[in-house]
């Protein structure tokens, strides 16, 4: 069965400088999620979109942004990187509008680890 | 704010030996549970999941059971084997909103 893609799966950039997280949701999804997971934490939410359109949004920092585009993957874009944003990066998706299953059951892909020197 | 946490930070079980995991949440607005299971540098796989009208709910070799009176949510995994060794997470939702809370997260050891 198809998963979530998300790309790339590692990164490794300076302080100060800019990413850019791709997510493309299970085929029929909807929705996606965007959560942060430090090492030995447990996965924070930052942000979440529906058909897009932000639909949520947690402790996501003002140098980050979000989308969801018309073929529903989303992008995260992180600017000034900081030391602290070293991170596991997991999108989720799920079909909260379609019917397709549990509206809340998020699947999560296989993230993107960022690591910020 | 409020979270979802863990009683135990690490379960140390024997291979064939049942395993219980516990989470404790405060939010009694959640409305919506679910368990997933994080392997080393892998994403949270859903394992199973259960709504606030339900007490109980059983899958494969798992069953979870939630307790709204004390707001309490356990994971049973029956004859425990080395592929369950993982962080297990627990995590709530509240109905009209889209995230998920997640709880610290319990260690599985599984020996053989």
């Known amino acids: 069965a198809a998963g979530v893609i998300q790309s790339p799966r590692h990164l490794i950039k300076e302080k100060r400088e800019t990413a850019t997280l791709k997510c493309y949701p299970i085929?029929?999804?909807?929705?996606v999620y965007w959560y942060q997971q430090g090492p030995g934490q447990d996965p924070q939410f930052l942000i979440s979109f529906y058909e897009k359109m932000q639909s949520d949004k947690g402790s996501i920092p003002d140098r980050f942004s979000a989308q969801q585009f018309s073929d529903y993957h989303s992008e995260l874009n992180m600017s000034s990187l900081e030391l602290g944003d070293s991170a596991l990066y997991f999108c989720?998706?799920?079909?909260?509008?379609?019917?397709?299953?549990?509206?809340?059951?998020?699947?999560f892909g296989p993230g993107t680890r960022l690591t910020v020197t | 704010g409020e979270s979802v946490g863990l009683h135990l930070p690490t379960l140390s079980v024997q291979e064939g030996d049942n395993s219980i995991i516990n989470c404790a949440y405060s939010n009694s607005a959640s409305d919506y549970f679910i368990w997933y299971k994080q392997e080393s540098g892998k994403g949270p796989q859903f394992i199973i999941d259960i709504r606030s009208n339900m007490d109980k709910r059983q899958g494969q070799r798992v069953t979870v059971l939630l307790n709204k009176t004390v707001k309490h949510l356990s994971l049973q995994i029956a004859a425990t084997q080395p592929g369950d060794s993982a962080v297990y997470f627990c995590a709530e939702n509240i109905d009209g909103y889209n995230k998920l809370i997640f709880g610290a997260g319990t260690r599985l050891a599984v020996h053989p």
């Open positions: 085929p029929r999804h909807d929705t």
């Open positions: 989720a998706s799920s079909s909260y509008g379609k019917g397709v299953s549990e509206p809340y059951e998020q699947y």
